[in-house]
């Protein structure tokens, strides 16, 4: 009877064995991607894939876990598209996480379209982008009087607002940083005071805006 117990206890560790071994293999064939998409005048937009188990929030994770599977050059070798759009058309991505085990991250600018491979294959259509936008922070400037936001306050794409003159005026913060990262907007004519607002996203990360009367 020992002599069973003892088989029992050693068939039971072996096939223990055998199960974790198969989810180890399972965890490092993994795909599990976070998309970020970035643009000044919109916001961003962030996704999740992950393929075996098959999840995240694309609008169908099977068919886009398939389109990887098939081409996995989709993540590794995204090619941009380029188009004659709008500031709402062209968007800064990143893509972070692990492609079939694999660590990977890939930054990129594309034209927003489906005709982009990888926007394409992975169903991420423009009214998905839109479902998937996070809210903005948001931070206001006194007219007159320039503001410097610490670190962490403001990320690229949030959005300072300042109200002169009877005009509500709003720049996003831009993606790039450094002493040409600057984002203006403004409202002028030939009868009327104009106004601006300036957002500069500098190279240490804080953020400065000014809002005030001229144009620049």
């Known amino acids: 009877m020992f002599g069973d117990m003892v ?3 050693l068939i039971a560790l072996f096939a223990a064995a055998l199960v974790a071994g198969c989810g180890s293999e399972r965890a ?5 991607l976070t998309i ?3 643009n000044s005048s919109v916001g961003r937009a962030v996704f999740h894939l992950s393929c ?6 694309t609008p169908d994770a099977t068919r886009a876990c398939a389109a990887v599977a098939q081409n996995p050059q989709l993540v590794t070798q995204p090619k941009r598209f380029v188009c004659a759009g709008g500031t709402f058309s062209w968007w800064d ?3 972070d996480g692990r492609l079939d085990g694999n660590p990977v991250h890939r930054s990129f600018s594309t034209c927003w379209t489906p005709q982009m491979a990888t926007i394409g294959r992975l169903g991420l259509a423009w009214n998905v982008l839109q479902r998937h936008l996070v809210a903005r922070r948001h931070q206001t ?3 007159g009087l320039a503001r410097t936001f610490p670190i962490g306050v403001l990320r690229a794409t949030d959005l300072v607002t300042c109200e002169i003159l009877g005009h509500h005026l709003e720049a996003g913060v831009p993606v790039e940083r450094g002493p040409d990262a600057k984002e203006t907007t403004g409202f002028g004519g030939a009868t009327v005071v104009s106004v601006v607002l300036t957002v500069a996203h500098n190279s240490d990360g804080s953020v400065t805006a000014s809002c005030h009367r001229g144009t620049s």
Do not use: E, H, K, M
Request: no cysteine; proline share 9%.
């Open 7 to 9: 088989r029992a206890s």
């Open 28 to 32: 490092s064939s993994r795909t599990q």
């Open 36 to 38: 970020v998409a970035l």
């Open 52 to 57: 075996l188990p098959t999840g995240g929030d």
């Open 93 to 95: 991505v990143t893509i």
């Open 141 to 143: 400037v006194i007219p």
